[in-house]
Each structure stands twice: as C-alpha cells, then as structure tokens.
C-alpha cells in the first residue's frame, strides 16, 4: 500500500492575462493564462481558464502534461497533441480549465525521453523504456496541479482524461472528482503501440480496435 500524498500548501496566483489562441488547423480560443507562487515542485505550470456559456458548478478540468514533441512538431509517436487541441475545444465550448503541466515524457524530461525512444525503437514499451533508463515508469506528481486548482477557487471538477491515476492522486490531494469524462482516441499507425501499453500496463480507459 503506497504511503497517504499530503496534502499540498496554499499556492497563489501570480498574474493572469489574456490570450487569443490558434491552432495549426484554424481554430481559434480565447484563454485566461494564470501563473503561481509557491508552487510545491517549483516549476512554471499554466492553467487555462475558457469561458463557456454558463459558469458551472463543477467545471470541466484537463490535466495536460507538456509534450513539446507531439504539442509542438505534430510527433505521431504519441496522442499529446491531438489530445491538447481536443481539450481545449471541448473548454472552450462549455467552459473550464486547463492545466499545462511541465511533466515532459512522464516526468522524465525531453533528453530522456528522446533516449526513451530509442528505446523503443529496440521493442520496448514506454514503459518499459522509462524502467531501463533508471527513471519511474510515470514520475509525474500531481500536487501542484491540486494546489493551483485551489488557488483559483476550484474543488470539484469533472476531470477529462482516460488515466486513472490523475483521479486517483487529485482525490487523495482534496480535489474531488465528480465525474471521469473520457477523451477521444486518437489512434494512428505510429502511436497504436503506445496506447495499448496505456490500456494494458496502467489502465487507461482506451477502446482500441482489436490487434
């Protein structure tokens, strides 16, 4: 049994400011941009907050950790991007809030998953990849984000994801989840390896096609 997650100090907001947003395929959002003090890991994490047409009483939440390969460059090794133009779609239409987390390659950052890669080049899942190179299989902590949606006013979410684990750490950090809302499956040729080690090594809920 893993040990209880404390729970996280105050964090505060720093500055917000707006700004318009456009993707490579023309669409375009309006977002309020919040940094923080006082982070627990210390390190520059946004949230994006969309204004939809109502305030809800439990907004919609994503927690999108960077990837500067796939959000960037269009890397098909990986969902990322695919994932973080679906998000902030789906926010801006119903309003909400998006976490830009610098957790590149689970936590491992971009050179290691780079080497990760590789890795994988050789059979390795990403997973499996991560182990080999002396890191966690996923490093990712998610205290800040918990301590940054409370410093914005926000306790109760319907959190976008298909990873368990996100629910799990925000719950036990005292944020609580109303509601697990799947994202879309953004399956290709080149990531279809990749999703299946998410659905069968750590139980993201991923309804692919059968091998």
């Known amino acids: 049994?893993?040990?209880?997650?404390?729970?996280?100090?105050?964090?505060?907001v720093r500055r917000e400011v707006?700004?318009?947003l456009r993707f490579s395929d023309g669409f375009e959002a309006d977002a309020r941009?919040?940094?923080?003090?006082?982070?627990?890991?210390?390190?520059?994490?946004l949230l994006l907050r969309f204004d939809g047409p109502g305030e809800a009483e439990v907004p919609l939440v994503r927690l999108h950790s960077e990837c500067l390969t796939g959000d960037v460059f269009g890397s098909q090794r990986c969902d990322c991007g695919p994932q973080l133009r679906e998000a902030v779609e789906r926010l801006s239409l119903e309003g909400g809030a998006l976490l830009y987390l610098?957790?590149?390659?689970r936590g491992i950052g971009l050179y290691a998953k780079l080497?990760?890669?590789?890795?994988?080049?050789q059979g390795l899942d990403t997973y499996e990849a991560n182990a080999a190179l002396g890191h966690g299989e996923d490093e990712r902590d998610y205290t800040a984000a918990a301590q940054m949606l409370q410093a914005v006013g926000i306790r109760r979410v319907r959190l976008l994801t298909n990873n368990p684990d996100k629910v799990a750490q925000l719950e036990a950090l005292g944020v609580?989840?109303?509601?697990?809302?799947?994202?879309g499956v953004h399956l290709t040729a080149a990531n279809?390896?990749?999703?299946?080690?998410?659905?069968?090594?750590t139980g993201h809920l991923l309804n692919l096609p059968a091998a």
């Open 18 to 20: 707006r700004i318009p």
């Open 192 to 201: 279809a390896r990749y999703l299946q080690a998410k659905r069968d090594h």
């Open 176 to 183: 609580d989840v109303e509601e697990t809302v799947p994202t």
């Open 33 to 45: 941009v919040s940094t923080f003090r006082h982070l627990a890991d210390g390190a520059e994490h």
């Open 115 to 121: 080497d990760a890669y590789a890795l994988q080049d």
């Open 102 to 105: 610098r957790q590149e390659g």
């Open 1 to 12: 049994m893993s040990a209880p997650i404390p729970f996280p100090p105050a964090a505060e």
